[in-house]
């Protein structure tokens, strides 16, 4: 019964589809909620039984039929549940509702309410489908058609030029990924034979020998679509143009779920990394890179969303980082807590922009703290959730990653995760203080429509708060045989994790003080932003004037877009337009005109003779004869 | 189409019987006599009833492909003289001349004489030029014939014909079928990305998907030869359903360039929506038709030479290039236009034509195994006598892929290697 979580949303979608016209908005509403609440319910019933299983049982696969065949080629459409999928089917149906339900509120005025609700059942098919497919075939369906409702979503208000070009880029951007995917995946069917998990991680160890050419290659292969897919370095550009997208969206697909999908596959696919030690360093400085490069970019962007977005490449880096070092555990650990505490921060975003009339500049705001209560206490949970604060979720699963990282011996990777952590800590707390703290800088129009959000909005950001709160608890650090999250994922991870193993033999001092080094990290880039940004009025302008041309760079994200313009886009635009305006025209089209035109003028020239003269006839008649007889009488 | 209604028809059909013929025919001259007199119908369906330019479009289809049919006629003769003294037989039966050994500089000349009427069928770069012109200048109903069945002539042809027949010379001349197929992928995408006319974009992308189909075919394997088929049977439905869609808003707007058109999502909604599934078909979206055929192709190449593989899957994102960026400029934004704010959605008969499609495109996409399942025992026999064939009479043959060598040698067979 495993494809009834992916069929339930997918049977919204077409009831939707057929009736939605006549269940009005109310019934529209129900519908998706219902379809993605009974989706969680089903999923929940489904690992608890899986739970009841034996260890080395827990593996439940569902075939529901074949779906392409050829020769020595099969793929099934057919799901999965281990650990693994169970957690993502779970962060992801559940973290699904509560969007759904804060989504009712939140698009109550929107006159395509049911087309929203639609692509949002739409996606969650399509999510679901990618974690839960048994083979990597399967997972492409999701894989490509998250893509597609991500391109959906992103252009939601498509009037507007700007979300139109935003959903392009993200397609297109992800495109370039899945290529890398699909080669991958060529490559793994030509040599292992099969796109099963199951059979192709069987056969692997045998097939590829460790660090060989091959596996190095179609690992990373992987992982440039995971880069797509994940916005990592190169790829990432799309994620803060994504957020031209209705919030909810930016809170489920770019944070919660869909950008999580390349971790996901790293770690599914960790059997074939592990055999490609490359490519697993690939990763990890990818990753660690990644966690960096956007975090420094969030420090000066001014618009709520953009500073959130960057926030979640780099916290998505820290995911990577963690794989690259062979820690999956703790990547997956990070990927649920983050799925928490930033989903929540994007629906108090969102319900920031709801209560100030679409307001989204940070320099705008100011002081809401008293005016949207609710609001407040949950971002400020998940402020301190994402910036690594004790006990909050996000500071277990960060500092699993890092003490990963060091003690995979990799200490420029882990001082990376460091700096990032530091970033983190102050542009979340940056975020927080312009927009609840200190004086208000509101409009106008803004502070008089100014109003709490409704209880279908509260509500899911309370739970998300709980979940953030408490969501670490099952990964406390320093757990003889590993914590309850890590024994849950033992069995897909299972004698993979070399670094966790390494990460054990750390000595117990040497733990402490990593936690206490990480912790005093953060609360220096807490207390910094306090500094900068509210006892002092004049410190963040005196910063900016003093590092005008960082400052400056950082806005402008290191131009990078306007690089990718000049360059790529440029040449493949140039290219399309001189092939068809020379080659295409002038040179192919033009050969086959020219034969026509040749054999127009050799025509030109025999019509000559033809006048219809009968003197002009007589004349050749003559000169013919002559001719003839010359001929002859030479001979 | 209002008029001259009696002989539309007329020729429509007597182009749909002529199609049929082609297909059916399992004996050479029969297949020629089809192959020449669908032209007719479809050059005066372009000549009475196309565009501006419809003269000049209608003779240059008429004569290219007639062109490469004479090369044709001439093979079929020297295939039945050879025939005739071989065995004494004088008949123009196929399978008989799948029986027939032929030496192999004779097969490298009657190949190429099939493969040009084919290739210029098809199109393969770079006979591809007629192409735009007849489908810009064709009624609606002509350039959905045109993309979704007439080009198909050409694939089938090497299929049916061109490959079991000339063992040898096909897979001596491999690599540069391969590699015109790539550079139909790659170029067809690039050009149809700068078409200022919605038709000529669904042109040249036609050019483009083309290419995917010849590529499944000379990689000569399963998974090639499937996806090949499926190609075929995907781009008829989606190019098809895409010149229907450009139909209507012709229909409605008597204009074709992308310029006239932005902001129409508002004023035609479901034709937006049946656009947008379309396209996607167009570009390969998993769970669509289109996915199936190019995936098994890209498979089936990769065994062949990793290289193809890897050139072809550029397709890939440059057809998202200039699909997507059509949608966006079409479909999305502000009305720019006022007199595109009045447009009437489609009505329930339009709505009516676009149904079988769009089930189609789902049902080939999800559950593809019944369309592979019917194809596959002919498939397979074209890849035994292919086998057979060359291995009947090998002696002196150059070696197979005389061209670009494979980077990587595969370990898992089922190439023609």
């Not at chain 2, 059509?326 to 149904?355: I, Y």
């Amino acid at each position: 019964m495993l494809w009834l979580i992916p069929a339930l949303p997918l049977a919204a979608v077409l009831l939707n589809l057929l009736v939605g016209g006549r269940l009005g908005r109310k019934g529209v509403g129900w519908l998706a909620c219902g379809a993605v609440g009974l989706a969680f319910l089903v999923a929940l019933r489904a690992v608890l039984r899986l739970a009841a299983l034996p260890e080395a049982q827990r593996t439940v696969t569902d075939t529901v039929y074949t779906w392409m065949r050829v020769g020595d080629f099969s793929a099934d459409v057919s799901f999965l549940l281990d650990p693994l999928s169970a957690v993502m089917a779970l962060v992801v149906t559940g973290v699904g509702f509560l969007i759904h339900v804060y989504s009712t509120g939140y698009m109550a005025h929107d006159a395509s309410y049911r087309r929203f609700f639609l692509y949002l059942n739409l996606f969650m098919f399509a999510m679901l489908t990618l974690v839960m497919a048994d083979n990597f075939l399967l997972m492409f369906v999701g894989w490509e058609g998250v893509g597609l409702c991500s391109y959906l979503l992103i252009g939601f208000w498509y009037t507007r030029p700007s979300a139109a070009e935003a959903g392009k880029k993200a397609f297109i951007v992800n495109r370039i990924g899945d290529v890398g995917f699909i080669l991958g995946m060529l490559i793994l069917f030509a040599w292992g034979g099969s796109l099963n998990y199951a059979r192709l991680f069987a056969v692997a160890p045998h097939v590829f020998a460790v660090g060989s050419t091959v596996i190095t290659t179609a690992t990373l292969l992987l992982f440039l679509g995971a880069t797509g897919k994940s916005a990592q370095l190169p790829l990432y550009t799309w994620l803060p143009d994504a957020m031209e997208g209705p919030t909810p969206v930016s809170a489920l697909i770019h944070a919660a779920t869909m950008v999580t999908a390349g971790v996901y596959m790293v770690a599914r696919t960790h059997v074939l990394f592990q055999l490609a030690p490359v490519s697993l360093q690939t990763v990890a400085w990818i990753g660690a890179a990644t966690a960096v490069f956007a975090a420094s970019i969030g420090l000066a962007q001014n618009d709520i969303k953009r500073v959130l977005a960057y926030s979640t490449v780099s916290q998505l880096g820290y995911m990577f980082m963690a794989c690259g070092v062979g820690a999956f555990t703790a990547g997956i650990f990070h990927l649920m807590t983050h799925a928490f505490f930033k989903a929540l921060l994007f629906l108090g975003a969102g319900s920031v922009i709801h209560a100030l009339s679409d307001e989204q500049d940070l320099r705008r705001m100011g002081g809401l703290a008293p005016r949207l209560p609710w609001t407040h206490a949950t971002m400020l949970v998940a402020t301190l959730a994402i910036a690594g604060i004790p006990p909050f979720a996000g500071f277990f699963s960060k500092d699993e990653i890092l003490s990963s990282a060091f003690a995979s011996g990799n200490t420029a990777v882990w001082i990376l995760g460091l700096a990032g952590v530091v970033m983190t800590a102050f542009y979340m707390f940056r975020l927080y203080i312009l927009a609840f703290r200190g004086q208000p800088r509101l409009s106008h129009e803004a502070e008089h429509h100014l109003h709490e959000s409704p209880p279908s909005m509260i509500v899911p950001l309370a739970v998300l708060a709980a979940l953030s709160v408490l969501g670490g608890l099952v990964g406390p650090p320093m757990q003889e045989g590993g914590h309850a999250f890590a024994r849950w994922l033992a069995p897909v991870f299972a004698g993979g994790e070399h670094a966790a193993a390494a990460h054990h033999a750390v000595p117990m001092a040497v733990e402490w003080g990593l936690i206490a080094l990480s912790v005093v990290v953060a609360l220096a880039g807490i207390g910094l932003a306090f500094r900068v940004y509210l006892q002092d009025p004049g410190a963040a302008t005196r910063l900016r004037e003093r590092l005008s041309g960082l400052h400056r760079t950082l806005l402008h994200k290191y131009w990078v877009d306007e690089l990718y313009d000049a360059t790529a886009v440029r040449f493949v635009h140039g290219t399309a337009r001189s092939f068809w305006r020379f080659w295409d025209t002038k040179v192919v089209d033009g050969a086959v005109n020219g034969v026509g035109y040749v054999f127009e003028g050799f025509s030109a020239v025999l019509r000559l003779f033809q006048t219809g003269f009968v003197g002009t006839y007589a004349l050749f008649f003559t000169l013919g004869v002559a001719a003839l007889f010359l001929h002859l009488l030479r001979h | 189409m209002s008029k001259r209604t009696r002989e539309f028809y007329a020729l429509l059909l007597a182009l749909e019987s002529g199609m049929i013929g082609t297909f059916l025919s399992l004996d050479l001259l029969l297949f020629y006599v089809f192959w020449e007199a669908m032209l007719i119908p479809m050059y005066l369906l372009i000549g009475a009833w196309g565009g501006e330019r419809r003269i000049y479009a209608a003779v240059k289809f008429f004569l290219y492909t007639m062109a490469g049919s004479v090369l044709m006629l001439v093979a079929i003769l020297w295939l039945y003289f050879l025939q005739k003294t071989h065995t004494g037989v004088a008949t123009f039966d196929l399978d008989a001349f799948y029986a027939l050994p032929i030496a192999p500089a004779t097969q490298l000349w009657l190949f190429l004489a099939f493969a040009v009427a084919f290739a210029i069928k098809v199109p393969m770069f770079p006979f591809h030029t007629w192409l735009p012109d007849a489908h810009v200048e064709a009624p609606t109903a002509g350039s959905v014939i045109l993309a979704a069945v007439l080009l198909k002539m050409g694939t089938y042809g090497f299929v049916r014909f061109a490959i079991p027949l000339f063992p040898q010379a096909a897979t001596q001349l491999t690599p540069w079928i391969a590699g015109l197929a790539l550079v139909g992928i790659i170029y067809g995408a690039l050009v149809s990305m700068v078409q200022p006319d919605l038709k000529k974009l669904v042109a040249y992308s036609s050019v483009s998907h083309l290419g995917f189909c010849m590529l499944g075919l000379v990689a000569m394997n399963p998974q090639g030869f499937a996806g090949s088929m499926m190609q075929m049977l995907s781009h008829g439905v989606s190019t098809g359903a895409l010149f229907l869609l450009v139909g209507v808003v012709y229909e409605r707007r008597h204009t074709r360039l992308i310029a006239d058109f932005g902001g129409l999502w508002k004023p035609l909604p479901v034709y937006a929506s049946i656009f947008l599934v379309v396209m996607l078909s167009s570009i390969g979206l998993p769970g669509t038709n289109g996915f199936v055929g190019e995936f098994l192709v890209l498979l089936g190449a990769f065994r062949a030479q990793p290289v193809w593989a890897v050139l072809a899957a550029t397709g890939v994102i440059l057809s998202a290039c200039y699909m997507l960026w059509m949608f966006q400029r079409v479909m999305f934004g502000p009305v720019t236009h006022p007199e595109n704010e009045k447009l009437v959605d489609l009505s329930f008969r339009e709505r009516l034509v676009f149904a079988p499609l769009l089930v189609l495109i789902f049902w080939m996409g999800v559950m593809p195994q019944p369309f592979l399942d019917r194809m596959q025992p002919a498939l397979d026999r074209v890849i035994t006598l292919h086998h057979e064939r060359a291995a009947f009479s090998v002696a002196g043959a150059p070696a197979a892929g005389a061209g670009p060598r494979a980077i990587i040698t595969l370990p898992v067979g089922g190439g023609a290697r």
